[in-house]
C-alpha cells in the first residue's frame, strides 16, 4: 500500500510539471509559450523590437523596457552561449509573448555572479511586438525597413506624450499651471522676496524622475536610499549652483527657476521639448521625446557680483 501511495505522488507530481507549462531548452532554459501567434520564428539577422521585463525567482523586478516606454530593439545575433536571452527569444515570432528562465550557474559559469542575484534561474517576460526578417532582403531594402519602422514609432510617441503628461498630473493630483511654452509647475511650498533672474545663481536641492516614478538623477542621498540605487561614496551631495538663463541646464529649469523665491518648494512636469528632446539623456536612462519630472528646492539665490570685471564675447573668425 505504501508503494501505491508513493507511486501515486510521483504522478500526481509528474501531472503538475506539465501543467507548468515550461518545456526544456539548451542550456538549461525553460520557456513557456503563452501566446503563439502563426508566423516563422525568429532568426538570426532578423530585425526585432521586444518588450522584457526581468525578474527574480521571488518575482521582484529587475528592470524593465515597460519603463522606458518603448520595446527594445535590436538585431538578433548568434547566442553568445547556449541557454541565453537571444536562444530563447529565437523561438519565438512576431506577437508571441513568453516566460523564459535562464540558468544562474549556465549565464555565469565564466565568472562570479553579480552581487544580489540568488536563487537558481533569473526570469523573463517577453512580448515579440515586431520582427523584420532579414530573409533574401538586400542591406539597402532592410535597412530602409528598419528605418521606416523607427520613424513611425517614434511620431507614435510623440504624438502620445501629451496625454502621458495629463494623465500623470491626473493621477497624482498635481495642481499646476501651465506656462506658455508648456512647462507644468506647482510651488507646493511658498519662498520669500524676489523670483530668481536671469543672471542670478540659484542654490537648489533637486530629484529628477521618470513619470513612473524611477529616480534619474538627485543630488540629495537620502532619495537615492530610499529608491534603492547606488551611492556613490566619492561624490559630496550638497545644494548646486545654477547660473539661471546661461543654457546650463535644461530650457524647463531655465525658465521654471525664474518662476520661484528663495526657500520654495516646486515641481515640475517637463515635457521632452524642455528636456532631452529627440536625443534623450543619461546613457539612454532618459529615451528621446520622454517627458520628466523634478521636485526642487530653492536653498539660496545669489546676486550677480556688479563689481566684477565684464567678460568680452569672443568673436567669430573673418570669413576667407
Not at 511620431?155 to 503628461?165: H, L
Request: one cysteine or more.
Amino acid at each position: 500500500m505504501r508503494k501505491n501511495l508513493m507511486l501515486i505522488g510521483l504522478a500526481a507530481l509528474s501531472f503538475a510539471s506539465c501543467k507548468s507549462g515550461f518545456k526544456q531548452g539548451e542550456g538549461g532554459l525553460l520557456y513557456n509559450i503563452h501566446t503563439d501567434k502563426p508566423g516563422a520564428t525568429i532568426k538570426e539577422g532578423d530585425f526585432v523590437a521586444v518588450n522584457l521585463t526581468l525578474k527574480n525567482e521571488a518575482d521582484s523586478v529587475l528592470g524593465s523596457t515597460y519603463d522606458m516606454g518603448r520595446p527594445l530593439p535590436q538585431l538578433m545575433q548568434k547566442p553568445a552561449q547556449k541557454g541565453d536571452i537571444s536562444q530563447g527569444i529565437m523561438l519565438l515570432s512576431e506577437g508571441d509573448s513568453a516566460t523564459i528562465k535562464l540558468s544562474i550557474d549556465t549565464m555565469f559559469k565564466k565568472g562570479p555572479r553579480p552581487p544580489g542575484i540568488k536563487g537558481k534561474f533569473v526570469i523573463y517576460e517577453v512580448k515579440v511586438e515586431k520582427v523584420i526578417p532579414k530573409g533574401t532582403l538586400s542591406d539597402a531594402v532592410f535597412q530602409g525597413r528598419i528605418s521606416d519602422y523607427f520613424k513611425v514609432q517614434t511620431e507614435a510617441i510623440k504624438k502620445a506624450e501629451p496625454a502621458k503628461i495629463q494623465k500623470y498630473i491626473a493621477d497624482k493630483n498635481i495642481k499646476a499651471t501651465k506656462t506658455a511654452d508648456g512647462l507644468y509647475y506647482a510651488i507646493t511650498k511658498p519662498g520669500s522676496g524676489a523670483n530668481v533672474a536671469v543672471g542670478d545663481t540659484a542654490v537648489v536641492n533637486y530629484v529628477g524622475k521618470m513619470l513612473n516614478g524611477k529616480v534619474f538623477d538627485t543630488n540629495i542621498k537620502d532619495e537615492l536610499v530610499k529608491a534603492k540605487q547606488p551611492v556613490d561614496p566619492q561624490r559630496k551631495f550638497e545644494p548646486i549652483r545654477v547660473p539661471v538663463g546661461a543654457g546650463r541646464v535644461i530650457k524647463g529649469w531655465d525658465e521654471g527657476l525664474l518662476l520661484v523665491n528663495k526657500g520654495a518648494k516646486v515641481t515640475y512636469v517637463v515635457p521632452s521639448e524642455l528636456a532631452y528632446g529627440e536625443q534623450g539623456a543619461a546613457g539612454g536612462a532618459i529615451p528621446p521625446f520622454t517627458p520628466i519630472m523634478f521636485e526642487v528646492e530653492v536653498v539660496d539665490i545669489v546676486k550677480p557680483n556688479p563689481n566684477a570685471p565684464k567678460t568680452t564675447a569672443p568673436q567669430p573668425p573673418a570669413v576667407r
